[in-house]
């Protein structure tokens, strides 16, 4: 009889402690938000453009990113003496036209780098409605990122991909995030690092500046709700 109560006790505590995991997140998630500019702010962000450079073996990159709420994004990448180049990613299908590694015209990517590449098309954030979405978020501790305490949160997407964001303790921004990638056929962590957090006219934030697996990043522009002609994230 002791033992069941023991075991009963123990199950209850597994349980309140699951419970207080959940609610931390859901703080720390909320806080997040509203770091951002609240959640009704959030649902206003429908079209973004970034204008900006990457910095990749000594040489500079220009680089327009173009993403429309659910619909697709689109980046436009120009290399000093080569030919056009874009990565196209919409809710089934991605392609890549990378002139600079030789490609002559553009190719479907693979099904895997689909469902991956479905994050980026949520302009208003993986954590914003999450569970609405089909996510799940689990708080894992904490971590220091470039000298500051982060809050780590797992985000595991209604596909069954998963990401990790750090969120900082003080700012709420996230500061980092590590999603995983399959490149070549194997399975790779892609980290990014956010810096440089403004705010634009119409109040929304962003990073201005970025270290990415292929260089440094910076935007000396970025634009918001501006229209998009739809039919940049197709391929003739």
Not at 120 to 129: E, K, N, R, V
Not at 186 to 215: A, C, L
Request: hydrophobic letters at 35%; a neutral charge; aromatic letters at 6%.
């Amino acid at each position: 009889m002791n033992k069941l109560k023991t075991l009963a006790l123990a199950i209850t505590a597994m349980i309140s402690l699951q419970a207080a995991q959940a609610q931390t997140a859901d703080e720390v998630v909320n806080k997040h938000i509203e770091a951002l500019g609240g959640k009704a702010k959030l649902q206003t962000l429908k079209t973004v453009k970034m204008t900006g450079s990457v910095t990749a073996q000594g040489m500079e990159i220009g680089l327009t990113i173009t993403i429309s709420h659910g619909v697709g994004s689109r980046n436009d990448i120009s290399v000093p003496g080569m030919g056009e180049s874009f990565q196209i990613m919409t809710p089934t299908k991605g392609w890549n036209m990378l002139a600079f590694q030789g490609q002559t015209s553009p190719e479907e990517v693979s099904e895997d780098q689909v469902m991956s590449g479905q994050a980026q098309l949520d302009l208003q954030g993986a954590l914003l409605d999450y569970k609405e979405k089909g996510h799940t978020v689990e708080l894992q501790g904490k971590e220091t990122v470039d000298g500051a305490e982060c809050f780590k949160l797992k985000i595991t997407y209604k596909n069954g991909k998963s990401a990790t964001s750090y969120i900082d303790a003080k700012t709420y921004y996230r500061v980092k995030s590590v999603s995983k990638r399959t490149i070549n056929g194997e399975e790779m962590d892609i980290e990014t690092t956010y810096s440089d957090f403004r705010k634009t006219p119409e109040g929304f934030v962003f990073p201005y500046s970025q270290v990415t697996p292929n260089g440094p990043l910076s935007f000396s522009s970025i634009e918001v709700n501006k229209p998009v002609d739809e039919s940049i994230f197709k391929v003739n």
